[in-house]
């Protein structure tokens, strides 16, 4: 396996991070300080650049049922969120107004059954559905093309740093049998106006999986020169960094092998098993912030009464600097030079845009608003 990288990774820049629900496990610390600052700016909506979830247009549809996923695309100009009830993807402009939604649930040409993780470019928009297939839309709602992909099972899509291609996170197909290297991150082109896909394997290790879970938030964020991939199936879960520039592939922890420690056991019925001790934490997305690398974690607590927190961790090159605030916050994506998009379900599910140097300087303690 490649080596870390020893640096925060990217280049300066204003983002957008987009929070949401999780489902990887990682490492608890309730003694981490609540940050006050960050919490008022959160819950300030009217401090928000865009704020989408409300439904204030009148349209049923600009009120998501729950919020599955969220991207922007990369010029700032829509936000996409997937909703687990069709039309599961609602567009919605820079004012934060809805535009049109798309893909109905069905079998047939531009309609998906079982939604999963999508990504979007200034014109189109890839999903990953049903298990093995592709499909590519353009930003306007028109379906383009159907892709069936049998090397490998799409797990998660997100841009390759550019508008023409893209980064796809999922096995190749004989990782759940086969000893030995298996390939997890594939570099996907759509040619011929999208009716023709290319795809090659950029990353392997021996991560070998016994099941699948769709329906699991698979985390993939596009910066200038690199992909990030929450690689949730390793043990320990970690982080992927796949250098656009150079296509190598570096990690980075997340949790800590002595946190996660498979112990034997014994089974009712006789014979023994491996019960996979975890901590009580749940991945809630990865994105970049002004060129830091950033993870967020829902905490749990034994006292069913407490209140959750969100904990948010700045990757310094070393070590993972958390601070934290009361509530149910996830990220979902960040992009170069547009702002913060950050989702809640802690009433009803919202999203939000955040510009970039505020969350910054809150996450940091220090207050910038005007």
């Known amino acids: 396996m490649a080596e870390r990288p020893i640096c925060n990774p990217c280049p300066s820049f204003a983002a957008i991070l987009l929070l949401a629900a999780g489902t990887a496990c990682g490492p608890a610390d309730r003694g981490t300080p609540l940050n ?7 819950s300030d909506t009217e401090g928000h650049v865009v704020h989408v979830g409300r439904g204030g247009s009148g349209n049923e549809l600009a009120v998501f049922s729950r919020v599955s996923g969220a991207r922007v695309s990369p010029a700032g100009r829509v936000v996409v969120v997937l909703d687990p009830s069709p039309p599961f993807l609602r567009v919605f402009d820079s ?3 809805l535009s049109h939604a798309l893909v109905p649930r069905g079998g047939g040409p531009g309609e998906a059954r079982r939604p999963g993780s999508f990504a979007v470019s200034d014109s189109l928009i890839l999903l990953a559905h049903d298990g093995s297939n592709l499909s590519l839309f353009d930003v306007s709602g028109r379906f383009i093309a159907r892709h069936r992909v049998d090397r490998f099972v799409p797990l998660g899509v997100t841009r390759a740093c550019t508008d023409d291609a893209w980064i796809v996170y999922g096995p190749s197909a004989d990782a759940m049998w086969n000893a030995g290297d298996k390939a997890w991150l594939h570099y996907v082109e759509l040619v011929d106006g999208g009716k023709e896909m290319r795809h090659r ?3 392997s290790d021996s991560t070998r999986v016994e099941r699948l879970m769709f329906g699991k938030r698979y ?5 200038e020169d690199h992909v990030y991939v929450l690689h949730g199936y390793a043990e320990p879960p970690q982080i992927l960094a796949w250098s656009c520039r150079t296509g190598e592939t570096s990690t980075i ?8 420690s498979p ?6 019925g006789g014979g023994t098993g491996t019960i996979l001790t975890l901590p009580d934490t749940l991945s809630q997305g990865i994105g970049v912030v002004d060129s830091t690398l950033v993870s967020a974690w829902l905490i749990g607590h034994a006292d069913a009464d407490a209140a959750e927190r969100t904990e948010f961790r700045a990757w310094t090159g070393a070590e993972w600097e958390p601070t934290a605030v009361t ?5 979902r994506d960040s992009q170069p030079g547009v702002g913060l998009v950050l989702s809640s379900s802690d009433s009803i599910p919202e999203v ?3 510009a970039e140097r505020e969350f910054s300087a809150a996450l940091a303690g220090r207050t910038q608003r005007q």
């Open 95 to 97: 004012s934060g107004d």
């Open 327 to 331: 509530g149910d916050y996830e990220i």
């Open 352 to 354: 939000f845009l955040i």
């Open 263 to 268: 112990r034997r056991t014994a089974l009712q």
């Open 201 to 203: 394997p950029v990353y």
């Open 253 to 260: 922890p997340t949790v800590e092998p002595e946190e996660v």
């Open 36 to 42: 006050g600052d960050l919490s008022d700016l959160l």
């Open 219 to 223: 985390d993939l964020v596009t910066t």
